[in-house]
């Protein structure tokens, strides 16, 4: 089956670390996004990939980065920057910037 | 820039009534329109989506909605809620200009009482 995957499901981490979450689709999708989630606050974009190699900074991008090497990965690093880094993390793709936008099932980051 | 508006973050129906979820969205150019569910602790699904074809967009478990141009809408409705609705929904809007980003609305949680 086609899909995305992102793993793993909880993470927890110390703060001052940083960690990286997997997100890879094998939709053969060109585009790849990274939100996040807060309660009450909807899905804010951090960053998104039109094509491979390439990526822009979304709307909270401080404190994250990324890497497309590959079409089918699209890993984000939380670093130690990011001040509030405990959120639900959420990976997406789609054929193209527009169109419609496949979720994977999340992750959820707990640093203490 | 574009921007949806979603009325109401919070909305209660009875098991069989209709539950309508609003949309409002601000764009000025033909967007392409999208409704998503999320349950807790669970990525987004795909309900519907409006692509400059029919107004009235039927999607899945029963969803079904309608794109309004002149009121700049696309409420979400379902004649007869079940207690397997109760999740989030979310509006959100794509277009031409900015890569075509997709801009979402801040959600709206539905309860279906018994």
């Known amino acids: 089956d086609g899909g995305i995957t992102q793993s793993p499901k909880y993470l927890f981490r110390k703060e001052g670390q940083n960690v990286t979450l997997s997100c890879e689709q094998n939709l053969n999708h060109d585009a790849m996004y990274w939100y996040r989630q807060d309660p009450g606050q909807g899905l804010r974009l951090i960053y998104y990939s039109q094509i491979v190699n390439d990526f822009q900074k979304g709307d909270i991008a401080e404190g994250y980065s990324v890497s497309r090497e590959k079409k089918e990965s699209f890993p984000l690093t939380v670093t130690s920057a990011q001040k509030n880094p405990t959120a639900f993390y959420l990976c997406?793709?789609?054929?193209?910037?527009?169109?419609?936008?496949?979720f994977g099932p999340g992750t959820r980051l707990t640093v203490t | 820039a574009q921007s949806v508006t979603q009325l109401g973050s919070h909305v209660s129906v009875s098991e069989g009534a209709l539950v309508l979820l609003r949309c409002n969205y601000s764009s000025s150019v033909p967007p392409y329109l999208f409704w998503y569910v999320q349950y807790p602790n669970q990525g987004l699904q795909l309900l519907l989506k409006y692509t400059s074809a029919a107004t009235l967009v039927k999607g899945i478990n029963g969803f079904e909605a309608e794109f309004k141009k002149s009121e700049t809408s696309f409420h979400l409705t379902k004649p007869s809620a079940h207690m397997s609705d109760a999740a989030e929904y979310f509006c959100a809007v794509s277009g031409v200009g900015n890569f075509n980003k997709f801009y979402f609305g801040s959600g709206t949680k539905l309860n279906v009482k018994p």
């Open positions: 997406a793709s789609s054929t193209f910037p527009g169109d419609e936008q496949y």
